[in-house]
């Protein structure tokens, strides 16, 4: 294996309404023609995140739930548990005030997901969140589109260590495309790291290459001045 691409999903492959352009697709196309070990890792469920494996152009692994769980060739790993409705009950009774319960939760195994509330700033209900949940042993992380919870050292970079190891083979390059902090594990194992033009500074400064352009059209200029050329 020469190099193994490790793709967030939101705001990464999508563009800001969360649609995965045509584009896209042809990007992925060729980098799976040209031998690339091409994954998607995602904050989201598992379902998801394997369905977007089995239908877009991809090598048909899968890392989701912030690394929770992974997945290829129609195995599932799911590699730590969570108390998932204790967590689901204290954000409730707790952080009523700025979180909604996530439909997903009913298929995440290790990651508990919560919308932020309209009107509320994220950074504010982060706050919360972690003034509750490290108290239970819990991290709590933000990817931009939702709130996670999940048990510590679960992180895109160890899903994607275990990924590999299921694999059995050790690529000779690791790449990894994201744009928010529940990335930032993945940048940590790979040999190159990339994020779009509108990821957060803490995302940028951890990044080896910040496109020009944000969102897929940053994703598409990072594949294209890096890997196609």
Partial sequence: MKTAVF?????????????IGSRVVGVLERLVEKGFLVSFASATAYPIVYGLARYLPSSGVVVAENGGVVGFENALHVLSSIDKER??????????????DSWQNMYRHVDVAFVVKRGVDPSVAVSRARSVFVGLGYEVMYSGVALHVHPPGINKGFGVRKVLELLGESPERIIAIGDSEVDLGMFEVADFSACPSHAPEEVKKRADYVASKPYSEGFIEIAENFLLS
């Fill in 87 to 100: 967590v689901i009950r204290v954000a409730m009774e707790e952080l009523g005030c700025c979180l909604e």
């Fill in 7 to 19: 793709i967030d999903v939101d705001w990464t492959l999508t563009d800001f309404n969360r649609k």
